[in-house]
C-alpha cells in the first residue's frame, strides 16, 4: 500500500514541473513574428479633412507682445550672454606674455619714465 502512495507522490513531483514548463505558449497556434508584422502593417486610413486640422492643432501663434513671449526672449539673451561669457572666459588669462600677469596689457614708456610695477614686479 505505502508503495503505491511512493509511485503517485514520484509520479507527481515529476510530472506537474513538466505540465507547467510546457503551457508557456500564451498566444495559442499563433506565433510571436506574425503579430509582429501584422502590427507593422496595420494603417490607420485618416482623410485630409483631419490631417489639416491635426496639422493646424499643432501651429504656433504669432503673438510677439505678450508678456510670456517677452520673457523667453530676455531669457535667451541671457543664455546667449552667457556663452560668450564662458567661451570668453575658457580663454587662458596669460597666454600672451606681454600681459606679464595683468588683465590688461601694461603700456610701454620711455626708460626714464619706467615705474615699478606693485602687481608683476616689473619696471613698465
Request: proline fraction near 4%.
Amino acid at each position: 500500500m505505502q508503495n503505491k502512495w511512493r509511485f503517485f507522490y514520484a509520479f507527481a513531483a515529476l510530472a506537474l514541473p513538466m505540465y507547467a514548463f510546457g503551457q508557456d505558449n500564451t498566444l495559442g497556434d499563433r506565433s510571436r513574428n506574425t503579430t509582429a508584422v501584422e502590427e507593422k502593417n496595420h494603417r490607420v486610413h485618416v482623410s485630409r479633412k483631419d490631417k489639416r486640422r491635426h496639422r493646424l492643432s499643432f501651429r504656433k501663434p504669432k503673438v510677439e507682445n505678450t508678456a510670456r513671449y517677452e520673457f523667453y526672449k530676455r531669457v535667451e539673451e541671457a543664455a546667449k550672454e552667457k556663452q560668450k561669457l564662458l567661451k570668453k572666459l575658457s580663454k587662458p588669462q596669460y597666454a600672451d606674455f606681454a600681459y606679464f600677469g595683468h588683465k590688461n596689457k601694461p603700456k610701454k614708456h620711455k626708460p626714464y619714465q619706467m615705474r615699478y610695477c606693485k602687481e608683476c614686479g616689473i619696471r613698465h
